[in-house]
T-cell receptor
Framework: NAGVTQTPKFRVLKTGQSMTLLCAQD?????MYWYRQDPGMGLRLIHY???????AKGEVPDGYNVSRLKKQNFLLGLESAAPSQTSVYFC????????????FGQGTRLTVV | AQKITQTQPGMFVQEKEAVTLDCTYD???????LFWYKQPSSGEMIFLIY??????QNATEGRYSLNFQKARKSANLVISASQLGDSAMYFC???????????FGQGTRLTINP
């Protein structure tokens, strides 16, 4: 059981570069989420999706875009990276057919220099 | 907008003592779910316990229990007989059915002293 897999695990970007983070889940979940976690802080919701082809903004969406073309994949894009986007990014998925809890990926540590 | 508040940035507890981590939430929805997650220093997010807004009984999972007080909008986590391995960050979260998004509090860093 792979669960939720994030690619890549680490990345260093230069200011202004673009990149895409991939989240893949094999649990047939409808809901998927992208969060960022800054040192000593909680998880802040960037964007989320409640089904294939749908996306919605979370608490801190600026500077990010997302796509959910396939049910199992949720992509997070940074079009022009900024140092303020240095963070650990977590993807999660939930509901149904497993229980109510969200399953998390292992995180992606992104540094923008 | 939904908001989750954890007022204790850090807690220090002696091993084998019980500890209560506070969480309050703010929503006008009637249907929601409350969660607690543990994040050890290795960084992964570990699900601990869940409480549905319509559940009449407080949820329990082994040494973890959730003290759910709906009228006060609080969902405190109680860890009984704490162990050194309980040292971690603990996050409270809520899934509001109407908004269908999962939001987290700021977290509490729990340190268990031997």
């Amino acid at each position: 059981n792979a669960g939720v897999t994030q690619t890549p695990k680490f990345r260093v970007l230069k200011t202004g570069q673009s990149m895409t983070l991939l989240c893949a889940q094999d649990m047939n979940h409808e809901y998927m989420y992208w969060y960022r976690q800054d040192p000593g802080m909680g998880l802040r919701l960037i964007h989320y999706s409640v089904g294939e082809g749908t996306t919605a903004k979370g608490e801190v969406p600026d500077g990010y875009n997302v796509s959910r073309l396939k049910k199992q994949n949720f992509l997070l894009g940074l079009e022009s990276a900024a140092p303020s986007q240095t963070s650990v990014y977590f993807c999660a998925s939930s509901y149904p057919p497993t229980g109510p809890e969200a399953f998390f990926g292992q995180g992606t540590r992104l540094t923008v220099v | 907008a939904q908001k989750i508040t954890q007022t204790q940035p850090g807690m220090f507890v002696q091993e084998k003592e019980a500890v209560t981590l506070d969480c309050t939430y703010d929503t006008s929805d009637q249907s929601y779910g409350l969660f607690w997650y543990k994040q050890p220093s290795s960084g992964e997010m570990i699900f601990l316990i869940y409480q549905g807004s319509y559940d009449e009984q407080n949820a329990t999972e082994g040494r973890y229990s959730l003290n759910f007080q709906k009228a006060r909008k609080s969902a405190n986590l109680v860890i009984s007989a704490s162990q050194l391995g309980d040292s971690a960050m603990y996050f409270c979260a809520a899934l509001i059915q109407g908004a269908q998004k999962l939001v987290f509090g700021q977290g509490t860093r729990l340190t268990i002293n031997p």
